[in-house]
């Protein structure tokens, strides 16, 4: 069994707890401590076991030195982003490294990340198993390499980004040089290039595709449904489609 709920996501802040009957597991930690533990509310932490963290860019670590002093549990990242830091990551109370494409065990949930291509020092997405069920998550990358489709085979629910609308990022506010980053092979995905992992790739095997890291400037949560279903439709799979929000947290999603 596992419970996924995503608290928010989106370059203003990203962050999910992921739970089973007896673990849970803080994944990045983009938002301030105060606004983490109000989208928190009302949830048991007793069982959080650690943070992790996927790379260092401030929209998955803004809250993490207030975060980890708060919950006093390990922080799970790896040596390069650890680096990438700086000062903050020297000021984190417990360290853990794992190895990018190692899996490693928390309680009963089994972590593993995999390397994806983003403009950091060592970015990862994660898979999480726990008693037969899958989750991954898979935001921040520029395009979607044969790793990473391997690592999303047979998940049952699948948090991926839809970040941008080609269009819309072509006439949106960016100056250039941060389009051309966005639309680089270390930047990030398009409602296009995951409707075409969708059309081709996809094994259908996941009951939830919640489409996450959704732009404010450069995307309209209806584009990214839109595309998404036309290519669901086309590929005639059939998970129940989710758009994360920036602004607040979506109900929690469970895997049996
Ligand atoms: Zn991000
Ligand atoms: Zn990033």
Not at 55 to 63: F, I, L, P, R
Not at 69 to 88: D, I
Not at 106 to 135: N, Q, W, Y
Request: aromatic share 6%.
């Amino acid at each position: 069994m596992l419970e996924v709920l995503i608290l928010g996501s989106g370059s203003g802040g990203n962050c999910a707890l992921i739970s089973s009957a007896r673990t849970s597991i803080l994944l990045d930690a983009g938002f301030s401590r105060r606004e983490t533990l109000r989208r928190l509310a009302g949830r048991s932490l007793e069982q959080l076991a650690c943070i992790v963290i996927s790379h260092e860019h401030s929209d998955h670590v803004a809250g993490l030195p207030g975060l980890s002093r708060k919950l006093e549990v390990p922080v799970f990242l790896n040596s390069r982003t650890h680096a990438a830091l700086g000062a903050a990551g020297e000021a984190l109370p417990r360290v853990e490294y794992f190895t990018t494409g190692k899996s490693w065990q928390m309680g009963d949930i089994e972590i593993t990340p995999f390397t994806i291509p983003h403009d950091a020092a060592d970015p990862v997405a994660f898979s999480l198993r726990c008693g037969g069920s899958k989750v991954c998550f898979v935001t921040d990358l520029g395009y979607i390499p044969e790793n990473v489709k391997d690592q999303m085979r047979e998940a049952d629910c699948l948090v991926l980004e839809s970040n941008h609308d080609l269009d819309l990022l072509k006439v949106g506010p960016y100056p250039w040089p941060v389009k051309q980053r966005v639309m680089s092979r270390v930047g990030h995905l398009s409602n296009l290039a995951l409707a075409e992992y969708l059309t081709q790739d996809f094994d259908g095997c996941a009951r939830h595709l919640v489409l996450a890291h959704l732009s404010q400037s450069n995307n309209l949560p209806e584009l990214a449904q839109m595309t998404a279903e036309a290519a669901l439709r086309q590929a005639a799979k059939n998970p129940q489609l989710t758009i994360a929000r920036q602004d607040q947290p979506l109900p929690a999603i469970s895997l049996k």
